[in-house]
T-cell receptor, first 118, second 115 residues
Framework: AQKVTQAQTEISVVEKEDVTLDCVYETRDTTYYLFWYKQPPSGELVFLIR??????QNEISGRYSWNFQKSTSSFNFTITASQVVDSAVYFC???????????????FGKGTHLIIQP | EPEVTQTPSHQVTQMGQEVILRCVPI?????FYWYRQILGQKVEFLVSFYNNEISEKSEIFDDQFSVERPDGSNFTLKIRSTKLEDSAMYFC?????????????FGQGTRLTVV
């Protein structure tokens, strides 16, 4: 069965600090997809990134970067020079390819509540 | 920018009553999903829907739940006889292709409170 663990329940940093959110996953499949979503105080889920299991290249998008390491089953998310607007709950999620060949449901971690203090 | 729309934003219902949560997915999307999030907890997959039938469902999605696409635009989740533990935020999502190929876009959620 698939599982996503976000061990950090809450992180609080001062604005402009860098912060890394950890995500460790478990799956028996060789083909799977990893995601990060942001849930701001308003409650919606905002898609940040999707990564397939065959692509281990790190990705950078502005102040966001992701480090995918298959060897340790981790997909960590770093925010550089954090801002108050980054305050939110961040969810890591996993999707396996089902028997029909298409991945459907996402398995979410419990989320990390990130607080950026001014 | 196209978005997934959910109504109502908040619904209060008495235990044992039926509720229908409504969603309007993005118009050119073909895959539809319902998730729920009990307050303060993780988001949990309920069901996915494609080509007018359920594609996948979780253990949470038992006989009291059903989904329907009654017309070309709406996607609904019905809970037949609500229980206190059904109180949660329910998210609808849609994607153009399967999640392997493209991201799913989530609605703002409907907060269901069962009293």
């Amino acid at each position: 069965a698939q599982k996503v663990t976000q061990a950090q329940t809450e992180i609080s940093v001062v604005e402009k600090e860098d912060v890394t959110l950890d995500c460790v996953y478990e799956t028996r499949d060789t083909t799977y997809y990893l995601f990060w979503y942001k849930q701001p105080p308003s409650g919606e889920l905002v898609f940040l990134i999707r990564r397939n299991s065959f692509d281990e290249q790190n990705e950078i998008s502005g102040r966001y970067s992701w480090n995918f390491q298959k060897s340790t089953s981790s997909f960590n998310f770093t925010i550089t020079a954090s801002q108050v607007v980054d305050s939110a709950v961040y969810f890591c999620a996993l999707s396996e390819v089902n028997s029909g060949g298409g991945a459907d449901g996402l398995t979410f971690g419990k989320g990390t509540h990130l607080i950026i203090q001014p | 920018e196209p978005e997934v729309t959910q109504t109502p934003s908040h619904q209060v219902t008495q235990m044992g009553q039926e509720v229908i949560l409504r969603c309007v997915p993005i118009s050119n999307h073909l895959y539809f999903y319902w998730y729920r999030q009990i307050l303060g907890q993780k988001v949990e997959f309920l069901v996915s829907f494609y080509n007018n039938e359920i594609s996948e469902k979780s253990e949470i999605f038992d006989d009291q739940f059903s989904v329907e696409r009654p017309d070309g635009s709406n996607f609904t989740l019905k809970i037949r006889s609500t229980k206190l533990e059904d109180s949660a935020m329910y998210f609808c999502a849609s994607s153009r292709n399967r999640v392997v190929d493209t991201e799913a876009f989530f609605g703002q959620g409907t907060r269901l409170t069962v009293v």
